[in-house]
């Protein structure tokens, strides 16, 4: 059964960091294109950054190039996602989400567009 499981939330204080794991079971994420997702109460997923399958490209949102890091270790079948600098408005459930036909490219991320998805991790960002 093919499965996310993804941890490293948690509650940190403005300015703080927090690494985030999306580890996958039953699938090779090398072969998908990999994306994280904010999700807020009534708002809309927020597409925040994907990494390219095989060739590792990666796309960021506007608000968070500089701040945020998406990397993926293939021996361990995870993507990470490395956040420093963190904001109150950072503050949300962050879901990992999958595709074998995406490709990310400059294009805001589409949540319609990831066929696979984790239950998410609780960030919050307060002092």
């Known amino acids: 059964q093919s499965q996310f499981v993804e941890s490293g939330g948690g509650l940190v204080q403005p300015g703080g960091s927090l690494r985030l794991f999306c580890a996958a079971s039953g699938f090779v994420l090398d072969y998908h294109a990999t994306g994280w997702f904010r999700q807020t109460p009534g708002k809309e997923y927020k597409g925040i950054s994907c990494?390219?399958?095989?060739?590792?490209?990666?796309y960021y949102a506007d608000d968070i190039k500089g701040r945020f890091t998406i990397s993926r270790d293939n021996a361990k079948n995870t993507v990470y996602l490395d956040m420093k600098n963190l904001k109150p408005e950072d503050t949300g459930l962050y879901l990992c989400?999958?595709?074998?036909?995406?490709?990310?490219?400059?294009?805001?991320?589409?949540?319609?567009?990831?066929?696979?998805w984790g239950q998410g991790t609780q960030v919050t960002v307060s002092s």
């Open positions: 989400a999958a595709d074998p036909d995406l490709y990310c490219s400059g294009a805001p991320l589409d949540s319609r567009d990831f066929s696979a």
């Open positions: 990494i390219n399958r095989s060739d590792g490209t990666t």
